[in-house]
């Protein structure tokens, strides 16, 4: 209970399990290919003062560290491995994030890939 006049309520934190899905990332394959990942986040906050306190805006550093990471991951197979593996995929980069987010009071509970999206040509 804040008290009023000497304290406020910063933020409100939805501690429910959130789920994120995020704009085809373009990713360059191992082979030279472009391909985009349409790819989505499952979350939740388990430390709501970290959340507000040691990050900005745990949603937006949430989708670039996991762009960051798709590009890493991603970056290092070509288009038939992606495509071949992306049960393990999912497992990687969930570990990925949920090891870095947890700084901010975030686990990451599931990441997939929805669909892999080859260059036109």
């Known amino acids: 209970m804040a008290v009023p006049l000497i304290e406020r309520i910063r933020a409100r934190i939805d501690l429910r399990e959130q789920v994120i899905a995020f ?7 191992s082979d030279g290919l472009v391909a985009k ?3 989505v986040i499952y979350f939740e906050v ?9 990050v900005s805006n745990y949603l937006h550093a949430l989708e670039q560290l996991g762009a960051t990471a ?6 290092d197979m070509d ?12 497992n990687k980069l969930r570990e990925t994030l949920d ?4 700084n901010w009071g975030i686990r990451v509970r599931l990441v997939e890939l929805k669909a892999i999206e080859p260059p036109a040509a």
């Open 23 to 29: 704009p085809p990332q373009p990713i360059t394959l």
């Open 37 to 39: 990942i349409d790819w």
């Open 46 to 54: 388990i430390d709501a003062k970290a959340a507000i306190y040691e």
């Open 70 to 75: 798709l590009r890493a991951i991603g970056g």
């Open 79 to 90: 288009l038939e491995r992606i495509s071949a593996t992306r049960p393990q995929l999912n």
């Open 99 to 102: 090891e870095n987010a947890n």
